[in-house]
T-cell receptor
Framework: DGGITQSPKYLFRKEGQNVTLSCEQN?????MYWYRQDPGQGLRLIYY???????QKGDIAEGYSVSREKKESFPLTVTSAQKNPTAFYLC?????????????FGEGSRLTVL | GQSLEQPSEVTAVEGAIVQINCTYQ??????LSWYQQHDGGAPTFLSY????GLEETGRFSSFLSRSDSYGYLLLQELQMKDSASYFC???????????????FGTGTLLAVQP
């Protein structure tokens, strides 16, 4: 089945460690996104990529890094510079334009920094 | 700045109709989307309005008034499974046309009671 796979689903790390969250899609979508969600909050855009080898910062990019070497993959690294990394991270993909701009989301990765 | 406002919580009974409002203040507005998210899950696309008026999809309808920077999601014949968070999201426009870069509201938690 086509979809978006995020891993790991749950992740615990010590403060000061870098963490990489995986996101893979087989929908043949050009665009991919990373959102952060805190309890009771909306989704805030961290980074997005419209095409391979290109990506742009979203609203809260500080302390995060991404790469887009392949169309299918858009990993997110949460660095030690991120002051409050504990959150629910959602990856999404979409057609580059499309009629509705629909985003297809993965099941999320819940990161807890101890 | 860019902001979207939604009520934080709404409660309704099974079989009833509920309306979730969304007002937005954004630059480069292209359209308004609605997403549903069950607790801890992936957001899923419900509806999209690019033009003024009502869009109907089964029990769900969405309305947009561009002149008022306002939209709403209408859920009819409520079922227990409709208990979830609902997010409005603005689809943005840039020099290249419509993007799929969405700005999300903080969400409305709908509780459906028997």
């Amino acid at each position: 089945d086509g979809g978006i796979t995020q891993s790991p689903k749950y992740l615990f790390r010590k403060e000061g460690q870098n963490v990489t969250l995986s996101c893979e899609q087989n929908l043949n979508h050009d665009a991919m996104y990373w959102y952060r969600q805190d309890p009771g909050q909306g989704l805030r855009l961290i980074y997005y990529s419209q095409i391979v080898n290109d990506f742009q910062k979203g609203d809260i990019a500080e302390g995060y890094s991404v790469s887009r070497e392949k169309k299918e993959s858009f990993p997110l690294t949460v660095t030690s510079a991120q002051k409050n990394p504990t959150a629910f991270y959602l990856c999404a993909s979409s057609m580059r334009t499309g009629d509705t701009g629909e985003l297809f989301f993965g099941e999320g990765s819940r990161l807890t920094v101890l | 700045g860019q902001s979207l406002e939604q009520p934080s919580e709404v409660t309704a009974v099974e079989g009833a109709i509920v309306q979730i409002n969304c007002t937005y203040q954004t630059s480069g507005f292209y359209g308004l989307s609605w997403y549903q998210q069950h607790d801890g899950g992936a957001p899923t696309f419900l509806s999209y309005n690019a033009l003024d008026g009502l869009e109907e999809t089964g029990r769900f309808s969405s309305f947009l008034s561009r002149s008022d920077s306002y939209g709403y999601l209408l859920l009819q014949e409520l079922q227990m499974k409709d208990s979830a968070s609902y997010f409005c999201a603005v689809r943005t426009l840039n020099y290249g046309g419509a993007t799929n870069k969405l700005i999300f509201g903080t969400g409305t938690l709908l509780a459906v009671q028997p």
